[in-house]
């Protein structure tokens, strides 16, 4: 399945921050569905601010336009803003997008136990985001960092609780 690009990525002053409060708004709000709507397609979790000013995203090759990287970092604060993304380092280079906030997953993955029946059971990490079971879930390839960000969640909820099994980490559903 191929990504459907929204009407503003062949615009090209869609590629230059407006200097009009408002229409920067909504200019910020149209990149930050955009990053968000990219990643998801792509399952991207981890960006490099570097990297990315040079992938489609960022770069249209077709209108031959691209953010600048001073632009980019003021779509990254909006999203870090918004709790969409976290930075990695001190000096903003490397940064964790969060398409789907961690409460989110710990709520899909529960309705995946609740729906197949296994609530009290007892996961491995693993199993959870690469076993066979899971290979049709949204949540099938979640990065660990996620998946226990989203358990974490869910055991703030009262309905898991993170255990350290002999091979790593865990999870029992209520």
């Known amino acids: 399945m191929s990504f459907e690009w929204p009407w503003q990525y062949n615009f090209p002053p869609f590629f230059t921050l407006q200097p009009n409060v408002d229409t920067r708004q909504k200019q910020l709000a149209a990149w930050c569905s955009l990053v968000l709507s990219y990643c998801r397609h792509r399952k991207l979790y981890t ?3 570097l990297e ?8 249209n090759r077709k209108i031959e336009r691209k953010l600048s990287v001073e632009a980019i970092q003021v779509v990254f604060e909006e999203l870090r803003k918004k709790g969409n993304l976290e930075w990695m ?11 789907r906030r961690p409460e989110e997953w710990g709520k899909l993955i529960y309705q995946w136990v609740s729906k197949n029946g296994m609530v009290n059971s007892v996961f491995t990490l693993y199993e959870l985001s690469n076993g066979e079971d899971t290979e049709n879930e949204e949540f099938h390839g979640l990065e660990d960092w996620m998946l226990l960000r989203s358990l974490q969640a869910l055991q703030a909820e009262g309905k898991a609780e993170i255990i350290t099994l002999d091979d790593g980490k865990g999870v029992k559903f209520f």
């Open 47 to 49: 960006v490099d601010v």
């Open 52 to 59: 990315v000013q040079e992938s489609p995203v960022f770069n």
């Open 89 to 99: 380092d001190k000096n903003k280079t490397r940064c964790l997008i969060m398409w």
